[in-house]
């Protein structure tokens, strides 16, 4: 391949049916289709309408997570817990993969989740793919190696009508982290910390690689956190070159490669990264050795400040009217704010590392009176490893909910929210106003912030307390 | 879907930067199977208080919105989630355009394939237009261009395949389809398949 390409470069033309044109947009091949109840109905009623198929539906895979209760299923009756047009939603998605022949991972399936953590449990997601769903956390996926990113309904249409999308070539924008990740600050910490710097707008038209020591040191778990939250930074995906880790992460899992074919798909897996004589449109070098535990202050993710640091003063009347919204005061830190709720969990960090991070923290001691906690593993998978490892006991001990798999209170559309003017500690990727229920006050950070959080009863600092 | 070619009319003004998707319509409107109705929701935590009663401050509740199809917002507008429900409930409203200096990339994708247009213009336009709330202004299509009520004219950037769509009134799905062949020779040639 040629030294010269970056990573997206060599998988966006790797995918490329139809060459773009001044006029006209590039056809682009998707390796895998993921598909949840929200964002497909409308999709499978233009297909119906037009009398097409899903045309490869063996390339399409559909889960059940923003609509579903976290409390146990068993019945339509449970399914009402978030709703009656929630579970109308969730059967709605039921009746449609039985129609157009789709796997559906849904409830008793033992493998239901939210889609961007059962992806990569399942091994579906893999270096080279190019992915797509209709959510915009798809960006998670990049932490393979794929071109990952999300997409609107019509375009949802598109894929199922004929596996491919009509995309204009993104830029691409390298973030180089340097240094050393101090203890106690985590994935989380640097990716708000990345978007702290390059802004909520900062990444818009452009294709992120995470690049340097600190993200080669990275897990796989750490990893898809960062690439999460690329499109809270404005870019629809973020991608990170696959190595050892990666490899590993796959092997064996129960969709990648066998035997010889295993040996031959990491082989090419291999070439799957930027060339030394590789360009990119824009790069941004982040020092990753000064960082603390990062929260929010504001009302999106990039009004992030170290727990400790003042928040700013100043700014604009948005700026004035994000400081209200959240009735917070410049020139004082975070760190003290009384919490009224925690949320563990979301395709940032509702995988298994995630609730362990959460639970050495909650370990031995208990919540703080008046904060409600909850635990939501972001899988069944997750879900049954934890409490394998017998981590659902220390949350429950330490008076937290432990609850089944879902989105949740990330964007509290299946009954579990903050109620107004609650001030919400939450490990997931979006403090926008109104996101977790009418007038929840939303701050994002780690589950180790979030869990020390619970325990002090205010936002805390994790590393007093490891 | 309709072809586009001139939207004329008085501009609302939402002077503020990073409207969210969430804000434009929150996620427990989301539930819906259709894509009808969803102007009811839209904006709807800014536009009405906890009694479900119209915020008299919102500018999309003044008098002076009526009938206006031309939004103009801070930028980095549509930021977030990728729900199409955010275009769809602007459209079901009556809003045929907005304008602003920056707007995120899959709001953008999702409102071209609906008909609602992008209209991305300089900080010193942008300015004026939010100076000036109630502004009659056009839209053209064939020429790429806003004209202002002191008869200026400014250009702004839309994807060429992108404007012919929307000027044609074609389906991209239909675009897409004619390509069947092509894409089945991919899938044939290719050495390694997913």
């Known amino acids: 391949m040629d030294p010269a390409s970056t990573l997206f470069e060599k998988v966006w033309a790797e995918h490329v049916v139809v060459p773009e044109t001044a006029e006209t947009p590039a056809v682009l091949y998707i390796d895998l289709h993921l598909v949840h109840e929200v964002t497909s109905p409308q999709a499978f009623s233009v297909l119906r309408d037009s009398g097409l198929p899903v045309r490869r539906p063996d390339l399409t895979l559909a889960t059940l997570d923003h609509s579903t209760p976290t409390t146990p299923v068993r019945t339509f009756q449970d399914l009402l817990v978030a709703g009656e047009s929630a579970a109308r939603q969730v059967r709605q998605l039921e009746d449609n993969c039985g129609e157009f022949g789709i796997q559906l991972l849904g409830f008793g399936s033992g493998q239901r989740g939210i889609v961007h953590v059962i992806g990569p449990e399942l091994g579906a997601t893999q270096p080279g793919k190019t992915i797509v769903c209709g959510d915009s956390h798809t960006s998670t996926h990049g932490a393979f190696g794929a071109l990952a990113f999300g997409i ?14 009509l995309q204009r070539r993104p830029q691409t924008l390298a973030i180089n982290v340097n240094g050393v990740l101090p203890g106690g600050v985590t994935a989380k910490d640097l990716v708000l910390a990345i978007i702290g710097r390059i802004g ?40 990170i070159a696959p ?7 796959l092997a064996g899992r129960e969709r990648v490669p066998r035997g010889s074919d295993w040996d031959a798909a990491v082989a090419r897996w291999r070439s799957l990264r930027s060339g030394d004589d590789a360009t990119f449109d824009r790069s941004v070098d982040i020092d990753a050795s ?41 020139g004082k830190p975070m760190a003290g704010q009384p919490v009224d709720v925690v949320f563990i969990g979301s395709c940032t960090n509702g995988r298994i590392s995630d609730i362990e991070q959460a639970a050495r923290i909650l370990d031995g001691r208990r919540v703080a009176d008046g904060v409600r906690v909850l635990v939501v593993p972001g899988s069944e998978q997750v879900k049954a490893a934890a409490e394998a490892r017998g981590l659902d006991k220390i949350v429950t001990a330490a008076g937290a909910e432990w609850r089944e798999a879902g989105c949740s209170m990330c964007l509290g559309m299946n009954g579990d929210i903050a109620r107004p003017g609650e001030l919400s ?35 805390a600092d994790p590393r007093k307390l490891v | 879907m309709n072809p586009i070619r001139r939207i004329a009319s008085r501009t609302v003004v939402l002077a503020v930067r990073d409207v969210d998707t969430d804000q434009i319509i929150p996620a427990r409107y989301l539930t819906t199977t259709t894509r009808e109705g969803l102007g009811q ?11 479900g009663n119209e915020v008299d401050a919102f500018p999309l509740n003044q008098a002076r919105a009526a009938e206006c199809k031309v939004l103009v917002a801070g930028k980095n507008f549509g ?29 953008r994708s999702n409102a071209l394939k609906n008909g609602l247009v992008p209209v991305i213009v300089d900080d010193a336009t942008h300015a004026w237009l939010l100076d000036n709330p109630g502004a009659d202004v056009v839209i053209d299509l064939e020429s790429a261009s806003l004209t202002l009520p002191d008869g200026s004219v400014v250009g702004f950037p839309i994807d060429a ?27 044939e040639s290719r050495v390694w398949k997913p």
């Open chain 1, 243 to 249: 190595d050892d880790t990666t490899f590993q992460f």
């Open chain 2, 161 to 187: 395949f992108a404007r012919y769509c929307l000027l044609e009134g074609i389906d991209e799905l239909g675009y897409l389809r004619k390509h069947l062949g092509r894409i089945e020779k991919f899938e």
């Open chain 1, 200 to 239: 909520v707008d900062g990444g818009t038209g452009h294709v992120i690689e995470y690049r340097g020591p600190v993200i080669a040191a990275l897990d796989m778990e750490q990893r898809m956190t960062v690439c999460n939250m690329s499109i809270e930074g404005g870019a629809r995906a973020g991608m």
């Open chain 2, 41 to 51: 929701a839209l904006f709807h935590d800014l536009r009405y208080d906890d009694n």
């Open chain 1, 425 to 459: 500690v939450s490990t997931s990727n979006r403090n926008f106003e109104g996101r977790q229920g009418i007038g929840a006050r939303t701050v994002l950070a780690s589950p180790a912030t979030a869990a020390a959080s619970a325990i002090a009863g205010c936002v």
């Open chain 1, 152 to 165: 609107g309904t019509t375009e949802v249409g598109h894929v199922m009508a004929t596996q491919c999308l």
């Open chain 2, 79 to 107: 930021c977030g989630s990728s729900r199409e429900h955010a275009p769809w409930a602007l459209l079901d409203y009556g809003f045929e355009a907005v304008i602003s200096t920056e707007i995120a990339d899959i709001f």
């Open chain 1, 290 to 330: 000064a960082l603390t535990p990062m929260v929010t202050f504001g009302t999106n993710p990039g009004m992030v400040i170290g727990i400790d640091d003042p928040v700013p003063s100043g700014g604009d009347a948005s700026f004035r009217k994000a400081l209200d919204y959240m009735q917070v005061e410049a």
